[in-house]
C-alpha cells in the first residue's frame, strides 16, 4: 500500500491541465468517489493492524496533497484566463473620458468659421502692445478716458507698454503689412481695468472684422452682419442698427438682434425692449486709414467688433461672466 501511495503521490506531482476540463477530468482521475485516492481509503480496511498508523498517516497526506496540486492548477488558470482576456485585441476598449470645449472656444470658432465663409482670414496679435497700435492709429483723441490708467494697464515704468484694450490693434499691424484688399478677421483676449462682476471682467475675448477695399460701402456692411447672425442665431432673427460713436469709425452704429429668448416679445432677459445688443460697428474713419499709409481717397471699409463672452451669455442663457473664468468642470462639461 505504502509503495501505491508513493506512486500515486509522484503521479500527482506531475499534474498538468491546459483548461479546465483536463482539471475535472484529473479531480474526477483520483478524488471522485471512484478515483485512484478515494480507492486506496477502500482498501485500508484490509491493511494490517500495526501499519494503519503509517499507512492511516500517509493516506491523509495523500489527499491532502492532492487538494492542494488541483487548487494550485485552479488558481494558475485562471491568471491565464485574465492574461489572455487582456490580450485580446478584438475586446472593445476602456472608454477614455475626453474633455470639452470651453464655451468661449466653441463660440469663437463658430463666428470665426462664418467670416471665413465669406473670405475673411483669421489675424492674430501680441497682447502686450504701446500705444501707437491700441490708440494712436486708431483715431483716439490725447484725453480719450481710455487712454487713462483708470480703463488701461499700463506697466508702470513704461506708460508706452500696455496691455490692449481691444484687438483692433493687431489690425493696424495687418494694415502696416498689407495692402488692400485687407479681409480679416480677429479673435483674441482682451483686457481692461474694470472691477470684476456678473457682467463685467477686466479680461475678455473679442472677435473683430475689418474689411478694406475700393468701393466698400456701408450696404457691404449691413448685408455681411445680416448673413453674420442668421447664421449664428437662426434664419428668423432680426437686426436693428442704433447710431453710435467709436473713435476709430465713421459712422458707427450699435447693432442689437431680436431677443432670441421672447422673439421680440419682451422678456426680462431684452428688459421687455424686445432687443438685445450685440456688436458694434461702423465705417473705418478716413483719419485712420491715412494714418496707416492707406490712400483713404481711394479705399474704404467696414470694420465690426463683440464680446464673445456677451454673444456666449445670451447663447447660452449664462447669467453670470465669471463662469467662463472660473474652470468649474461642473460648468464646463455641459458644453460639448
Ligand atoms: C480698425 C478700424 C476699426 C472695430 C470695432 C467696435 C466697433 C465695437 C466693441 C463691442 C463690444 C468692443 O467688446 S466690446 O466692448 N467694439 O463696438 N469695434 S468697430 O473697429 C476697427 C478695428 C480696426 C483698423
Redesign the pocket.
Known amino acids: 500500500m505504502l509503495d501505491t501511495i508513493e506512486k500515486i503521490r509522484k503521479e500527482i506531482s506531475d499534474w498538468q491541465a491546459k483548461n479546465n476540463d483536463e482539471l475535472e477530468a484529473l479531480r474526477i482521475e483520483y478524488l471522485s468517489k471512484k478515483g485512484k485516492v478515494s480507492q486506496l481509503f477502500n482498501e485500508f480496511r484490509d491493511v494490517p493492524n500495526e501499519l494503519k498508523r503509517e499507512v492511516g498517516k500517509s493516506l491523509n497526506e495523500l489527499k491532502n496533497f492532492a487538494n492542494e496540486e488541483l487548487n494550485k492548477l485552479k488558481d494558475e488558470l485562471s491568471t491565464q484566463d485574465t492574461v489572455e482576456a487582456n490580450n485580446d485585441l478584438t475586446l472593445p476598449p476602456k472608454p477614455i473620458k475626453v474633455g470639452t470645449r470651453h464655451p468661449i472656444s466653441i463660440v469663437r470658432n463658430e463666428i470665426i468659421e462664418i467670416f471665413n465663409r465669406l473670405g475673411f482670414t483669421v489675424s492674430e496679435g501680441p497682447e502686450i502692445e504701446d500705444d501707437w497700435h491700441v490708440f494712436s ?2 483715431n483716439f483723441p490725447e484725453e480719450h478716458p481710455a487712454r487713462d490708467m483708470q480703463d488701461t494697464f499700463f506697466i508702470q515704468q513704461n506708460p508706452d507698454v500696455l496691455l490692449r484694450t ?7 499691424h ?2 502696416e503689412e498689407l495692402e488692400p484688399p485687407i479681409r480679416t478677421v ?1 479673435p483674441g483676449r ?1 483686457f ?1 481695468n474694470e472691477a470684476i462682476s456678473a457682467r463685467a471682467h477686466c479680461i ?1 475675448h ?1 472677435v ?3 474689411y ?1 477695399d475700393e468701393n466698400v460701402s456701408f450696404a457691404d456692411l449691413k448685408q455681411t452682419l445680416i448673413y453674420f447672425v442668421k447664421e449664428l442665431f437662426g434664419q428668423d432673427v432680426q437686426i436693428r442698427l442704433r447710431p ?1 460713436y ?1 473713435p ?2 465713421e459712422p ?3 447693432m442689437d438682434i431680436s431677443c432670441t429668448i421672447c422673439e421680440g416679445e419682451g422678456c426680462n432677459v431684452c428688459k421687455y425692449t424686445g432687443w438685445l445688443e450685440i ?4 465705417m ?2 478716413p483719419n ?2 491715412d494714418s ?1 499709409k492707406i490712400n483713404s481717397k481711394k479705399y474704404t ?8 463672452e ?1 454673444i456666449a451669455m445670451l447663447k447660452y442663457g449664462i447669467k453670470d461672466l465669471r463662469l467662463f473664468f472660473e474652470n468649474d468642470i461642473r460648468f464646463l462639461e455641459q458644453f460639448k
Do not use: K, P, Y
Not at 481691444?166 to 493696424?172: A, D, L, M, R
Not at 456688436?279 to 461702423?282: A, N, V, W
Open positions: 492709429a486708431l481691444h484687438t483692433s490693434s493687431v489690425q493696424v495687418e494694415m480677429t482682451v481692461r475678455f473679442q473683430e472684422a475689418l478694406i453710435s467709436f476709430f469709425t458707427s452704429a450699435e456688436l458694434g460697428c461702423g473705418v474713419d485712420v486709414l496707416n471699409g467696414f470694420a465690426l467688433g463683440m464680446g464673445i456677451r
